[in-house]
Nanobody, 121 residues
Framework: QAQLVESGGGLVQAGGSLKLSCAVS????????MGWFRQAPGKDREFVAA??????YYANSVRGRFTVSRDNAKNTVYLQMNNMSPEDTAVYYC????????????????WGQGTQVTVSS
């Protein structure tokens, strides 16, 4: 069992920045691959970013703007979002799993409750 809690969402203007955090409990954090996904109303859940060991992976839509990182000592993964646009508006979820198939939501074992991110134009 693992519990994931996202925080840091909110309202930001286009071109601004937000930093999301995901705190993990109930497991050895360093053993998990961590992913970020987002879902807008009426849309499918979309891969955003992931970290496997020290290697980051990004969706094409966010590459160059978003940065994923993790702090094993704090059992926390982060998503730094810069130069945001209204297309980034969604509920953002963090996920933990053991699979290296980082972009596939069904391969993750644990999910947070989500945090709303809204970007105004």
């Amino acid at each position: 069992q693992a519990q994931l809690v996202e925080s840091g969402g909110g309202l930001v203007q286009a071109g601004g920045s937000l930093k999301l955090s995901c705190a993990v409990s109930g497991r050895t954090f360093s053993r998990y691959n961590m992913g970020w996904f987002r879902q807008a109303p009426g849309k499918d859940r979309e891969f955003v970013a992931a970290t496997i060991w020290t290697t980051p992976y990004y969706a094409n839509s966010v590459r160059g703007r978003f940065t994923v990182s993790r702090d094993n000592a704090k059992n926390t993964v982060y998503l730094q979002m810069n130069n945001m646009s209204p297309e980034d508006t969604a509920v953002y979820y963090c996920a933990a799993g053991a699979s290296d198939n980082y972009a596939e939501p069904t391969k993750y074992d644990y999910w947070g409750q989500g945090t709303q991110v809204t970007v105004s134009s």
